[in-house]
């Protein structure tokens, strides 16, 4: 009953959005257009930004207005289809690795986790601007773009987003054209990948655009597979010169074994570290049987877009969407190998998740005497409803979720069950946002960017475990301002403050108790200072230097008992990017960040003891070029390095740094198929790209091929 009553407000609201959408384009008629233009316009039913090879122009739908990147003040990294395709990239956690300030966490082994700018977060995902939170994998097939906006910023996307956000921007329909494509793809693991994507031209005005995706799994890991299958059905119409239209489903099932990695060796100290155990870097501390993850999800979309004149105009996005997600773990808990004993952990989770948003932008451009002006204006309601259940295992040896045992390679596990919830939740979040911002320019050398946003947050917790309610309402101002300077069209140097915050019922708010319903939400504080420079029109390097301040409480200053200090996190950083067309036939994307993030605040045997923040490389480098040596033939070459890194915040396990080598070669067969062959991790290096804790260590894959077909007709 809940879901259909909330799939039927969904459709309603969607409808809205149809039976609207001929009463603007009735508006829309007289106004005047020059038809040129026009026509480009309405080419893209849904304009999603423009971008030049691996070089993006802008961020339409992040930025919620039509703002170049060069006058945003703050760090963006974009990564175009061209460049994911060109890399064979399957995941978004390869994208994430060639992005500066961004790193991939294990997570677990069943959904996407990163950190930014040392904020480590499995919920801070957006596809077209909106909110898509659930803890997956997010698979590539139907995207035009990743775009990474890095630094608190809930002005633009609301709660969380603590160190930043990732969007996701899906590919819509082209009008007047009628093409299909398509890709198919294998790894020497025996991994393959196939994929479709249809246009069809439904007359003058609108189109229908379909992706497709069907993949299975395999790796270097003794134990490791599983398949997943997207589609994503979009049609879309330009009703008048004024007025589009567009409704997307997106479907995705997918089904894998969950891998949480190796243990590390014991005895580690925070001034001695531990590292991975050597000599299992295969060896699967699990049950193939028992360790699997599910994933089914149903996406329903609906976005209208109207211009009144050409220096006003409106959007809005009503999204539906249904999770269904599963998963059980076994995992390393501890390890004394030399000793022939291992310790694995257990649980199993299952969580339904329904959101509804609806998000609305009004967007005017123009002029007040001297000032010119960027106008935004919106208002974004959601409504999620989660249920979640644990339940820990029990070993028959044990009889506990936890047990130890002889080390054997493959592990003989002892029998376990899961008997019982020992954690069983229904959760309901309602927020209701405002927000206004304005992008003032003062003449032809200065921006100003003034904005706020104000949100209200309520959860409801019942938690039928332990039999109790609990409830909190949360509201929040969170300001943004900006300074830009631009000494010429194509560079400018900014300075920002943004803020956000996130509930104490964290990223996921499956959970509330009775310790956190009392505390005032989590805030962030970003201040950054950047550069950015169009060298080209397809070639901009930029920089920023940030510091980024977390706080989640106080405590009193053992050094001054009159005094307290802030709890918390503080990252300090630097990060460039250079991307684009340097010579004809020559790309290149490069990066580089430093990161120092460490705690504030904390206190052992009254002194301050404070700690490095776990999963943060403190430098990372990466570098991908393309050469093409003519139209039919071309060589790729990147290099990723990432410094050590601490496994978790204890301090007492430390990931070696690693830099691994990564070659292609394209071949264009004939003007509709290319053909190309990857080759990951060239020199054949072993390295440990992440974690989840102390014990949870991810294994890198060892030298790969990938070999891609692609077609276009």
Do not use: C
């Not at 790193?103 to 601007?129: K, L, P």
């Not at 250079?578 to 460490?598: C, E, K, M, R």
């Amino acid at each position: 009953m809940l879901f259909k009553s909330r799939l039927l407000v969904a459709v309603s609201a969607v409808s809205v959005l149809g039976f609207a959408a001929p009463v603007f384009a009735q508006t829309a008629g007289d106004a005047a257009q020059d038809e040129d233009t026009a026509a480009e316009d309405q080419r893209e039913i849904i304009v999603t930004g423009r971008s030049e090879g691996y070089l993006a122009l802008d961020i339409v739908r992040a930025a919620k207005t039509p703002t170049p990147l060069v006058d945003i003040p703050q760090a963006i990294s974009v990564y175009t289809r061209e460049q994911i395709e060109d890399q064979a990239l399957q995941d978004l956690a390869d994208v994430l690795r060639y992005t500066p300030g961004v790193s991939s966490n294990q997570g677990e082994g069943h959904r996407d986790q990163i950190s930014i700018r040392g904020q480590d977060t499995t919920a801070d995902f957006f596809v077209d601007g909106v909110r898509d939170d659930v803890q997956y994998y997010r698979p590539l097939y139907n995207l035009e773009r990743v775009e990474i906006l890095k630094g608190s910023n809930a002005l633009l996307f609301g709660r969380g987003g603590g160190g930043g956000v990732v969007n996701r921007v899906t590919k819509t329909p082209v009008l007047g054209e009628t093409f299909y494509g398509g890709s198919a793809s294998v790894d020497t693991f025996g991994a393959f990948a196939l994929t479709s994507d249809v246009n069809a031209a439904l007359g003058d005005s609108a189109g229908l655009r379909i992706n497709t995706m069907y993949e299975e799994f395999d790796n270097h890991r003794d134990a490791f597979g599983g398949n997943r299958i997207a589609i994503n059905p979009t049609i879309g119409a330009a009703l008048g010169e004024k007025t589009r239209l567009l409704f997307s489903y997106e479907f995705i099932d997918d089904d894998r074994i969950v891998d949480r990695g190796i243990p590390s060796t014991t005895g580690g100290t925070i001034a001695n570290p531990a590292g991975p155990v050597r000599g299992v870097y295969r060896t699967f501390f699990g049950s193939p049987e028992l360790n699997t993850t599910s994933l089914e999800a149903h996406i329903l979309r609906g976005r209208l877009e109207h211009s009144f004149t050409d220096t006003l105009r409106f959007d809005m996005t009503v999204q539906y969407a249904d999770y269904d997600k599963a998963y059980t773990n076994l995992f390393a808990a501890a390890s004394n190998l030399a000793a022939g004993r291992v310790t694995l952990d257990s649980y199993r989770d299952t969580t339904q998740r329904e959101n509804f948003f609806v998000q609305g932008n009004l967007v005017w451009t123009g002029q007040t005497g001297p000032l010119s002006h960027t106008l935004l204006a919106g208002f974004e309601y959601g409504d999620q409803q989660s249920a979640n259940a644990r339940q820990n295992g029990r070993f028959a040896t044990s009889g506990t979720n936890v047990a130890t045992f002889a080390f054997t390679d493959p592990l003989v596990i002892p029998a376990i069950t899961f008997p019982v919830n020992n954690r069983n939740t229904r959760s309901q979040v309602n927020f209701t946002s405002v927000y206004l911002q304005d992008q003032i320019g003062i003449g032809d050398h200065f921006d100003i960017v003034l904005g706020a946003r104000h949100d209200r947050f309520e959860i409801d917790v019942n938690d039928i475990q332990a039999g109790r309610l609990l409830a909190r309402t949360d509201t929040e101002w969170s300001p943004r301002l900006g300074l830009i300077f631009k000494p010429m069209e194509q560079m400018s140097f900014y300075a920002s403050y943004t803020k956000t915050f996130l509930p104490r019922s964290g990223d996921q708010f499956l959970s509330l108790t009775p310790a956190q319903a009392t505390l005032a939400p989590e805030s962030f504080d970003n201040y950054e200072i950047g550069a950015k420079w169009d060298i080209a029109d397809n070639l901009r390097v930029s920089a920023a230097i940030f510091q980024l301040d977390r706080e989640n409480g106080v405590v009193v200053d053992p050094a001054n008992p009159a005094n307290s200090i802030l709890t918390g996190s503080r990252t300090r950083g630097f990060e460039a990017q250079f991307t684009g067309q340097i010579l004809p036939g020559w790309q290149v994307n490069a990066g580089y960040s430093y990161l120092d993030a460490d705690e504030r605040g904390r206190v052992v045997a009254g002194a301050l003891a404070n700690r490095a923040i776990g999963q943060v490389p403190r430098h990372m480098a990466s570098l991908w070029n393309r050469y093409d040596v003519n139209e039919r033939l071309g060589f790729g070459l990147g290099v990723t390095h990432q410094a050590s890194q601490f496994a978790s915040i204890s301090n007492t396990v430390r990931l070696p740094a690693f830099t691994r080598v990564d070659a292609a070669l394209f071949f264009k067969l004939t003007d509709q198929i290319e053909a190309q062959v990857n080759v990951e991790n060239l020199f054949d290096t072993r390295y440990f790209p992440a974690s989840h804790n102390d014990n949870n260590i991810t294994t890198g894959e060892p030298i790969n091929a990938r070999f891609t077909v692609r077609a276009r007709f």
